[in-house]
């Protein structure tokens, strides 16, 4: 038996679609990570929406003020209301971080 005549399995973790494993809803941060980081606390009142398995916008108070994406272990913070147009601002190692440095700015 060569190794294209071996019959294929697969695990229930392969056969399901990526997009399943994708956040669905925005996230208040200010209620949910202002205890345990002050990034999302005080008058900088973050809300983080999910756009795709690897990029959130953040928004603060209705307003646009960027986007997180992953970038291997990286989180790199983008300024802008548009992301087509926003800036590289920062790249950090903790989402918590990426986040600080887009709603204190």
Not at 72 to 91: D, K, L, M, N, S
Request: aromatic share 4%; proline share 8%.
């Amino acid at each position: 038996m060569t190794l294209l005549d071996q019959p294929t399995t697969t695990t229930a973790a392969a056969a399901m679609p990526v997009s399943a494993a994708a956040p669905r809803s925005p996230i208040d941060l200010a209620e949910t990570a202002s205890a345990a980081h002050p990034a999302a606390a005080g008058p900088h009142r973050a809300t983080v929406h999910p756009e795709s398995l690897t990029r959130y916008r953040v928004s603060v108070a209705d307003d646009i003020v960027g986007y997180l994406e992953a970038a291997g272990p990286i989180w790199v913070a983008r300024a802008g209301r548009h992301y087509a147009t926003a800036v590289e601002v920062a790249q950090h190692r903790l989402f918590a971080a990426a986040l600080r440095r887009l709603t204190t700015s």
